[in-house]
């Protein structure tokens, strides 16, 4: 059964980092297409990075510059590095990933991906 699981949520000030770890099991991710997403209350959930099978990378606009995504094929495990954390980052983050091929030019929609996390909550204090 696969699973993903995601760790490193928590509470920090604005302008600190977080990482956010993705571990997966019964999946190996060295040539999945992953990515994170986000929802905060009473919003829409949002793509904030995709990392693409072959490795290319993409970020939201509102994120670019500040946030890094990444993974360990050795620990087979999703990273999001997480800096300059502004208010509006507070949210609930979810790894997602799929065996399909995805390009990394752009994000592919959540419907898209089969795998998903149960999520870690990332709140910001301005």
């Known amino acids: 059964q696969v699973q993903l699981v995601e760790s490193g949520g928590g509470s920090v000030q604005a302008g600190g980092s977080l990482r956010l770890s993705c571990a997966a099991s019964?999946?190996?991710?060295?040539?999945?297409?992953m990515g994170w997403f986000r929802q905060a209350p009473g919003k829409e959930r949002e793509g904030v990075a995709v990392?693409?099978?072959?490795?290319?990378?993409s970020y939201a606009e509102s994120v670019k510059g500040r946030f890094t995504i990444s993974r360990d094929n050795a620990k087979n495990t999703l990273y999001l590095q997480m800096n300059s954390l502004k208010f509006e980052d507070t949210a609930m983050y979810y790894c997602?990933?799929?065996?399909?091929?995805?390009?990394?030019?752009?994000?592919?929609?959540?419907?898209?991906?089969?795998?998903w996390g149960q999520g870690t909550q990332v709140n910001v204090s301005s």
């Open positions: 990392i693409a099978n072959l490795g290319s990378t």
């Open positions: 997602a990933a799929d065996s399909a091929y995805c390009s990394g030019g752009y994000q592919p929609p959540g419907s898209w991906y089969r795998y």
């Open positions: 019964a999946y190996t991710i060295s040539r999945a297409c």
